[in-house]
């Protein structure tokens, strides 16, 4: 009987040895995001995972850059029964995608429960197409 348990373990292990040793090298498509529009705002980040549930975001005010720089406005809403301290900050990228430089320094806000807060900033040049909000706990 030992040798039949011991003959049958080889048989599957010679099976499997192919399937075992034969890895895709090709990259993966990667995950969809399971949040839609208009939940899933990809120029809005929420650097802090945990805030993620208690923080509300409204569609932004947008003035394009033209003669002035770009100008952004996002109301940022509490959920929660406490109060935040938070900081943000915005991106601006030009129309090649690339990151305008120097980036914005974090403005620190104080968020009380079920507050709304228009986070607002400008372009430095003329050259920003669009934008990207971080928003983290203050540091």
């Known amino acids: 009987m030992t040798r039949r348990v011991l003959g049958s373990v080889l048989l599957l292990a010679a099976l499997l040895a192919p399937i075992a040793c034969s890895t895709d090298p ?22 802090s995972p945990e805030l993620r549930k208690w923080l509300g975001f409204q569609p932004a005010v947008v003035i394009p850059a033209g003669e002035g720089p770009m100008i952004v406005q996002v109301p940022m809403r509490s959920l929660a029964e406490y109060t935040y301290n938070l900081d943000y900050r ?30 607002k900033a400008n372009s430095l040049d003329n050259t920003a197409r669009s934008y990207r909000l971080e928003v983290r706990w203050s540091k």
């Open 90 to 119: 915005y991106l601006f990228y030009d129309q090649r995608g690339l990151l305008l430089e120097p980036a914005m320094a974090w403005v620190s806000i104080t968020l009380a429960p079920k507050e709304v807060i228009d986070l």
């Open 26 to 47: 090709s990259p993966s498509p990667g995950r969809t995001d399971p949040y839609p529009p208009p939940i899933n705002n990809p120029q809005v980040s929420v650097l």
